[in-house]
């Protein structure tokens, strides 16, 4: 008899939840669900529900601390049980499955709905995938997908089709549009980094002894610094610390470069002005000690240079309400208790 296996999602902290797989017996009653006429067949709907597990799981465990053990799922939590919770969000995103798929249907981007075709499609696109790496072509992305992974590669393909037009609706971005959105996230997301010169020590101290020597001589360093004496010019006269010395011109378009190797100097850096420096900085046995030579600031990114951007996002965010919109609409037809029993019946074999 055939196993549908479903993954279930257990662990200790609500951080790190490790995975457990049981199976149901074909014997299992059918779902008998349907979603704007469409059959919703078992594999589906448990193909689906997979897809939910971890946040059912993580939301009983983080708001009712839930070990999730085999008598879990029929648990009465303060009058959410969580099979019944893991019903209800596997219809909720079925139906948004099925607004996406639809509105892709009627914009010539797919044939079909049906889960059937899904598959058909998944298993075509990884056939070609396989036959292009045995002629040692390159394959771009995946090796194979799996179920949730190649519908989020179609849900993609889909907003992007649809976002690439701009006749589709709600596609044609105004300036008036384009100007509200800059100035709400401009503070976000169109700041522009200023071009900063820094010359720094940064020194890892590994005992008490190292930590107030290289301290003292850094201290000695920092005093005489000024405009005729540089942290360049003067650390040549303690070769201890030649070898912590480093110097950086830093861009404002490489900024989120360096924020990933040097956050922590450029933390310290970040207020400093072209000419002046840190005091001797001591932060978990690390001592830094920072000089910005040169400064140009800058303002924020023109909404000229970014338009595109901002365009992009609009769009994006118009797509998704158009089918939020759509599943909110969506009609679905079967009875709760039954489709409760059948979710409580896959998850407990």
Sequence with gaps: MKKWMIRCVAGLTAAVLSSAFVGC??????????????????????????????????????TYGAAVDRDFW?????????????????VEQLKYYYAVYEHAMEMGYVNSV???????????????????IERGEVVYGLMEYSEDLYREYELDIFQKAYCDVTTNEGMDITDEQRQAYYEEYKDTYFVAYDDISIDYLK???????????????MTDIYKSMDQE???????????ELLAYYASEDILSNEYSVYAKTIPDVLEHAMDLSAGESTQVIESDNVLYLIECTS?????YHPIEDVADNINAELRESIYDSIVKQRAEMIQISGEWEDIYLFTNKIIQS
């Design 203 to 217: 020194v890892y101290c590994e005992t008490e002894e190292e930590l107030r020597a290289y301290k003292s001589q």
């Design 74 to 90: 029929s648990k009465d939590f303060q009058g959410e049980i969580p099979h019944q919770a893991l019903a209800k969000a596997t």
């Design 25 to 62: 017996q074909g014997g299992a009653e059918e779902l008998n669900l349907t979603i704007n006429g469409h059959t919703v067949t078992n594999d589906e709907f448990i193909s689906v529900m997979n897809t939910q597990i971890y946040d059912v799981t993580n939301y009983f465990y983080e």
């Design 114 to 132: 049906s889960y059937d075709d899904f598959l058909a499609r998944m298993e075509n696109e990884n056939q070609i995938r396989k036959e292009k």
């Design 229 to 239: 004496h540089s942290l360049e010019m003067l650390v040549q006269g303690y070769p």
């Design 295 to 299: 400064r140009t600031e800058y303002d």
